[in-house]
């Protein structure tokens, strides 16, 4: 069965629910499940200082816990789930969803920039999530080991190089230990929490939502600059919608609601419970503190592993948005390893890898500390949230068309609530919000530059093409025929390629066989084999075919030729040559976007990845012919 054929609340898997429930805590959790690492002390020890008392502690834990139940249970498990792309999830396939079914261009074109701007910030938390993540595990290290206290930095930046440097491997061996070291991790956690409430079992107390309410009446402000603290607690909320399409539905929203909310907030307020009794002692590192002298090593290196998964899964996400991204037009060809014969997801991409590594790196040594770091986190986590209400408000209204009467008062919650977290966050750019905001504005300058240039490079070249009727009828009797296959790879399923016409003019032949091949990505995850190729018999020897694919899947031409059996005969590779055009850009007279972008564009396209290597063609028989356009 083809992927866009499957259920998509199971999408394809057969294995055991638990089994996929354990494989997805070790995937789909990890950046929201070490949040406990710095989010509880960030709130009382961070930039806007919160006072230490009972009122506060316990407002803070309800807060927390109320976040999760809005934000992650109810808008991201309940009902964003339900809106899969054919059982995929993320910006791109939600964007890919919504944009396909809204008829109006006005709409559809503010859409899509909400969707590239959510992916935007993206990229600047897959920056700072690794960072982040990992100095705050290694801090644990000051803690259980002061003498060690000033090698924090140095082995954060050590384990973020043997991360990335492991990337080009693939992840497929490392990851079937990724469930079980959560579910170690996990389990640690709530045992710790439990211990501490014991102890203080009033805390429990805290989860009634009337203590996050009295906070707000108590001290309004500092509640607000609060939940710029408190956000960190649902970090990650979003890979829960991304990663459906490993998993699907169901495994994930059981580990989340029997197994991973229960661990947190039994650590978040066994946090809160140990601050009620040791007050300042213990802030500075209450998760550790948790733990008695003794096993606080043992846990530096469980919070350590826990971090190094976190940060994994984002790296793994960055090469699956950045697949996504190229397939639908928004980025140029870039070099992608395929590292499981088993699992078509489990890409590599080195550029992106070693961007990331560079940028992460630069994190760790300029802002030194997990607790400066999160004044840069919340912004793109909280850009992000807010971004896919908007998205979700055309899904609710256009693709399942409630009624107002639900949806409004929900969509109200969702903006209330995701607006105050980006709210509160924007109080902190000057402290280090800048950087993902800075990051998402030049990913989302690059994206869009892309899309533009290719649209108007497309539009020139077909206005420019001559009618492939008259070309045949023309070309077809007065050129001289060899044996054998030429496929013209062109962007456009009209006209004539302007690699044919250079063909023509330079060698003055034509092959017995002529193919003007076009690969289209689908706005779909998949495309079934029935549904990937449409071909057309012009006469004279010559073909229209279109290969499509979804923007999920690999773009292997050959593969996909060999399936063809309604082209005359059967292609085979060493009696079939492929032409391709390499375009080089010209200024304009009146340029269709301006001359800054245009120059981007033709630096993009100067350096993208080759048709030959992006199409998996064979090296000996590629022939590149260049042309020149005006965009």
Not at 368 to 397: E, H, K, P, R, W
Request: glycine letters at 8%; a positive charge; hydrophobic letters at 55%.
């Amino acid at each position: 069965m083809e992927p866009a054929d499957r259920p998509a609340g199971h999408h394809g898997h057969e294995q055991k629910l638990w089994k996929l429930a354990v494989a997805a805590i070790g995937v789909v959790f990890g950046d929201i499940g070490t949040s406990p690492l710095y989010a509880f002390r960030e709130t009382f020890a961070g930039h806007h200082q919160l006072t230490l008392d009972t009122a506060h502690i316990m407002g803070v834990i309800s807060l927390m816990f109320w976040s999760m139940m809005i934000v992650v249970t109810l808008k991201y498990v309940t009902i964003i789930m339900r809106a899969d792309n054919k059982g995929e999830g993320g910006s791109l396939a939600l964007l890919a969803l919504v944009s396909g079914r809204t008829k109006s261009k006005r709409w559809t074109r503010g859409i899509i920039l909400l969707g590239v701007f959510a992916t935007a910030l993206f990229y600047g938390d897959s920056m700072i999530t690794p960072a982040v993540s990992v100095l705050g595990a290694v801090e644990g290290l000051a803690v259980a080991a002061p003498a060690f206290g000033n090698l924090v930095v140095p082995i954060a930046v050590v384990i973020l190089i043997g991360l990335f440097s492991i990337q080009k491997g693939g992840t497929s061996r490392v990851g079937a230990f990724f469930g079980p070291i959560m579910l170690l991790y996990f389990g640690v956690i709530a045992v710790l929490g439990i211990i501490s409430i014991v102890q203080t079992p009033w805390v429990l107390w805290a989860l009634l939502p009337n203590h996050a309410i009295e906070f707000f009446l108590i001290s309004p402000l500092q509640a607000f600059f609060a939940l710029g603290s408190v956000v960190l607690a649902v970090t990650g909320a979003e890979a829960l919608y991304a990663d459906m399409g490993h998993f699907g539905r169901q495994p994930i929203r059981i580990s989340w609601l029997w197994f991973v909310v229960p661990a947190l907030m039994c650590n978040y307020m066994g946090q809160g419970a140990l601050l009620i009794r040791d007050g300042v002692l213990a802030l500075e590192s209450p998760f550790y503190l948790l733990a008695p002298a003794n096993l606080q090593l043992p846990l530096v290196l469980v919070a350590t592993a826990a971090a190094i998964i976190a940060s994994q899964a984002v790296i793994s996400g960055a090469f699956s948005v950045t697949q996504q991204a190229i397939q639908l037009g928004f980025i140029p060809r870039l070099r992608i390893d395929h590292t499981s014969a088993a699992t078509a997801g489990q890409i590599y991409i080195p550029l992106v890898n070693w961007l990331l590594m560079t940028m992460v790196i630069l994190l760790v040594l300029f802002f030194q500390t997990s607790s400066n770091l999160t004044s840069a986190y919340g912004i793109a986590v909280t850009g992000a949230m807010l971004i896919d209400t908007c998205l979700l408000g055309v899904v609710l209204f256009r693709l399942w068309g409630w009624k107002k009467r639900y949806a409004i008062p929900l969509l109200t919650l969702f903006f209330i609530v995701d607006g105050a977290y980006f709210a509160a966050n924007t109080t902190k750019i000057p402290d280090g919000g800048w950087f993902p905001l800075l990051v998402g504005f030049i990913v989302f300058t690059m994206l869009t530059t892309w899309a533009k240039g290719r649209k108007l490079m497309i539009e020139r070249m077909r206005e420019a093409a001559m009618p492939i009727k008259i070309f045949i009828q023309s070309a077809a009797n007065s050129a001289s025929r060899v044996p054998g296959t030429a496929v013209f790879m062109t962007s456009s399923p009209d006209g004539v390629p302007h690699a044919l016409l250079h063909n023509l003019k330079h060698n003055k032949v034509l092959h017995e066989r002529v193919v003007l091949l076009t690969v289209k990505i689908s706005d779909a995850p998949f495309v079934p084999d029935t549904d990937r190729i449409k071909q057309e018999d012009l006469g004279q020897g010559f073909h229209r075919m279109v290969i499509r694919y979804g923007f999920m899947q690999d773009a292997d031409v050959p593969a996909a030729l060999k399936q063809v059996h309604t082209c005359g005969e059967e292609f085979k590779m060493m009696d079939t040559s492929f032409f391709l055009a390499r375009q080089t850009l010209l200024p304009a007279e009146r340029p269709g976007m301006m001359i800054w972008r245009e120059k981007i564009f033709a630096w993009m396209l100067r350096n993208a990845e080759s048709a030959m290597e992006f199409f998996r063609l064979p090296t000996n028989r590629v022939v590149e012919l260049g042309s020149q356009v005006e965009i």
